[in-house]
Nanobody, 125 residues
Framework: QVQLVQSGGGLVQPGGSLRLSCAASGFTLEDYSIGWFRQAPGKEREMVTCTSKSDGSTYSADSVKGRFTISRDNAKNTVYLQMISLKPEDTAVYYC??????????????????WGQGSQVTVSS
């Protein structure tokens, strides 16, 4: 059974850090491009950062560049989103997703095949 199970998230003060995890089962993460998306209330789901399967290139939205980092541990079949210097505008539900395509991971959500269940991240004092 193909599954992505997320962990992490929660409430953090502005300037703080969080790490989200996304553990895959039923398939090998190495075979997929991976993305992290987020969706704030009343807004569309947006790409945060991603990495392409074929060449390992990464993309990050301008709003998170220098603050968010995507990484994967192939031995654990897990992908991570490290977030630092968090801002109130980072508050959203965060989703990991994987897609079979090899390049240009910064495409729309419908390009992705499997999704995690979502993790709430709230940045507030």
């Amino acid at each position: 059974q193909v599954q992505l199970v997320q962990s992490g998230g929660g409430l953090v003060q502005p300037g703080g850090s969080l790490r989200l995890s996304c553990a895959a089962s039923g398939f090998t993460l190495e075979d997929y491009s991976i993305g992290w998306f987020r969706q704030a209330p009343g807004k569309e789901r947006e790409m945060v950062t991603c990495t392409s399967k074929s060449d390992g290139s990464t993309y990050s939205a301008d709003s998170v560049k220098g603050r968010f980092t995507i990484s994967r541990d192939n031995a654990k079949n897990t992908v991570y989103l490290q977030m630092i210097s968090l801002k109130p505008e980072d508050t959203a539900v965060y989703y990991c997703a994987v897609g079979r395509f090899g390049y240009y991971c910064n495409g729309p959500p419908y390009n992705y095949d499997y999704w995690g269940q979502g993790s709430q991240v709230t940045v507030s004092s």
